[in-house]
């Protein structure tokens, strides 16, 4: 079956103890982005990865690091986690070539800093 | 910059009720129009898409129509269901590079009543 997957679903931690957040796609596409869903701001970018080693900024990257070195994984990781990370993340991906590439998103991952 | 703009909820409808959630866009160019459903729980899931102007996407009986005299893709349906209850987001892809991102309204949420 086709999809996006993220570990963990639901997080609970501590101001500044370090988190890593996990997506992986088995569809081979070569865009994975990810996002963060606040209420009455529906979703910002995080950052974006267009292949391997490509990653950039998106509209809202501040305390927030990825890394691309494999096409199917693009985990998310915040060094020094604060309560403003509080949100809702999700994990995407779409084929990239097209310009009507559907993407395919991931469950969520319901992240709280304490 | 791009933009989405829809109207805000909650929404309650009763059942077989019709449904309209209204969405208009700013944006350069012509960009790619879509809504996303999102169900309780889960992720985004795209409902439909139109690419250029005049198109309709339509889905699971909802239908959007790409107006671009009114920068518009409101989304109807005729008859609601309680299994539509969920939040929707209107969304845009402007620009035809494989990194153009998506742009998310803040999502509405729509309530059914039996």
């Known amino acids: 079956e086709a999809q996006v997957t993220q570990n963990p679903r639901y997080l609970i931690t501590v101001t500044g103890k370090k988190l890593t957040v996990t997506c992986s796609q088995n569809?081979?596409?070569?865009?994975m982005s990810w996002y963060r869903q606040d209420p009455g701001l529906g979703l910002r970018q995080i950052y974006y990865?267009?292949?391997?080693?490509?990653?950039d900024k998106g509209d809202v990257p501040e305390g927030y690091k990825v890394s691309r070195k494999e096409k199917r994984n693009f985990p998310l990781i915040l060094e020094s986690p604060s309560p403003n990370q509080t949100s809702l993340y999700f994990c995407?991906?779409?084929?990239?070539?097209?310009?009507?590439?559907?993407?395919?998103f991931g469950p969520g991952t319901r992240l709280t800093v304490l | 910059g791009d933009s989405v703009t829809q109207m805000e909820g909650p929404v309650t409808l009763s059942e077989e009720a019709f449904l309209t959630i209204n969405c208009t866009y700013t944006a350069t160019g012509y960009p790619s129009l879509f809504w996303y459903v999102q169900y309780p729980g889960e992720g985004l899931q795209l409902l439909l898409k139109?690419?250029?102007?005049?198109d309709k996407g339509s889905n699971k009986g909802f239908e959007a129509t790409y107006r671009k005299e009114t920068t518009s893709f409101h989304l109807e349906k005729g008859s609601v269901q309680v299994s539509d209850s969920a939040v929707y987001f209107c969304a845009l892809r402007a620009g035809y590079s494989s990194a153009s991102k998506i742009i998310f309204g803040s999502g509405t949420r729509l309530s059914i009543r039996p």
């Open positions: 139109a690419t250029k102007a005049d």
């Open positions: 990865s267009m292949n391997v080693e490509v990653t």
């Open positions: 569809m081979n596409h070569e865009y």
């Open positions: 995407a991906s779409r084929p990239g070539t097209g310009v009507t590439d559907t993407q395919y």
